[in-house]
């Protein structure tokens, strides 16, 4: 499974940014996808879940009503609606699949890694 990140900006503080992940390759194994963020000298954390079939999801409490993830199961791609942005929010963010089930929080759950994109909030 290869994993393309895009959609990372900069952006003033309160504004919006969208970001998508697209799978490709043997895409039936993927059982959840995920996103994380690392910021400089900080170790990377899970912001968002979901999973592939029943689409539920599950939120990190600094993104939580925030930031939604959704996913399309057809064009084999998940989004990040990242909305009220705090200069807090920038970082590297990252995606993720998993092929199993797992504690979606952790970063060993998942399989595959996206090359991730620059998400900058100014304030």
């Known amino acids: 499974v290869q994993l393309q990140a895009s959609g990372g900006g900069l952006v003033q503080a309160g504004g919006s940014l969208r970001l998508s992940c697209a799978a490709s390759?043997?895409?039936?194994?993927?059982?959840?996808m995920g996103w994380f963020r690392q910021a400089p000298g900080k170790e990377r954390e899970f912001v968002a879940a979901i999973t592939w079939s029943g689409g539920s999801t599950d939120y990190s409490d600094s993104v939580k009503g925030r930031f939604t993830i959704s996913r399309d199961n057809a064009e084999n791609t998940v989004w990040l609606q990242m909305n009220s942005l705090k200069p807090e929010d920038t970082a590297v963010y990252y995606c993720?699949?998993?092929?199993?089930?797992?504690?979606?929080?952790?970063?060993?759950?998942?399989?595959?890694w996206g090359q991730g994109t620059q998400v900058t909030v100014s304030s």
């Open positions: 993720a699949a998993a092929r199993g089930r797992g504690s979606y929080y952790y970063r060993r759950s998942y399989d595959y």
């Open positions: 390759g043997r895409t039936f194994s993927i059982y959840a």
